[in-house]
């Protein structure tokens, strides 16, 4: 079966840099994403990766190894307002959407 | 108003009512989802719409009903629901291109609890 793993909860101090893993096992690969979702609001979207490497948005960053099925997301100089539930999602061969049941961070004065 | 609205936002009926959800979409997108997101659990895909053709339904119970009048517009229409089904339904849409990159822009969810 397909497979998304990730950790349930992670807690950092702000200021500090946390990574949030996830890996995967699916029936093949046509990228992968990260959304964010604050408590009681629409999951929004961070990122895509679907070449090997490190993608870089300001503080945030996405890292894909498609030969290893693993990605982190890495947040760095943490603020209060980045107290959320982290979603991992991988497309499969058929462009179907496989979801982690999602890391919740958070983050601490 | 812009990106994707549901409403209600909170909906509390009991196991004989009738109720619907409505979301609407203002990006011009052609393609709209239902999710069921349940505590500690990973989304559900309930059903997709491409050009308001029904493309998926995830063996979604048929107290469930899909309903999308066209593009801009998605119901999912509720009746004889179960305490289980009590979740944040969301819904999304997205612009499709055959592409692995297409992005889901996501409605905040409307939060049932069934009695």
């Known amino acids: 079966g397909q497979n998304i793993d990730q950790p349930t909860e992670m807690t950092a101090t702000e200021g500090a840099i946390v990574q949030i893993n996830c890996t995967y096992q699916?029936?093949?690969?046509?990228?992968l994403f990260w959304y964010q979702q604050h408590a009681g609001e629409a999951p929004t979207f961070l990122s895509y990766?679907?070449l090997d490497g490190l993608e870089e948005k300001g503080r945030f960053s996405s890292f894909l190894s498609r030969s290893k099925g693993y990605s982190y997301l890495l947040l760095k100089e943490l603020q209060m307002k980045d107290s959320a539930s982290y979603l991992c999602?991988?497309?499969?061969?058929?462009?179907?959407?496989?979801w982690g049941a999602g890391t919740k961070l958070i983050i601490k004065p | 108003e812009t990106g994707v609205t549901q409403t209600p936002r909170h909906l509390v009926m009991g196991m004989t009512n009738k109720k619907s959800l409505k979301c609407e979409q203002h990006?011009?997108?052609?393609?709209m989802y239902w999710y069921k997101q349940s505590a500690k659990k990973p989304l559900e895909l309930m059903f997709v719409y491409n050009f308001k053709e029904q493309t998926e339904n995830n063996s979604v119970p048929s107290r469930f009903s899909p309903e999308c009048p066209n593009s801009s517009h998605l119901f999912l229409h509720l009746h004889t629901l179960q305490p289980e089904d009590s979740a944040l339904y969301l819904c999304?849409?997205?612009?499709?291109?055959?592409?692995?990159?297409?992005?889901?822009?996501f409605g905040a969810g409307s939060r049932l609890t069934v009695l």
């Open positions: 990766n679907v």
């Open positions: 699916t029936s093949g690969f046509n990228g």
């Open positions: 999602a991988v497309k499969d061969s058929n462009y179907q959407l496989i």
């Open positions: 990006l011009g997108h052609n393609a």
């Open positions: 999304a849409s997205s612009q499709t291109d055959g592409s692995g990159a297409n992005v889901l822009t």
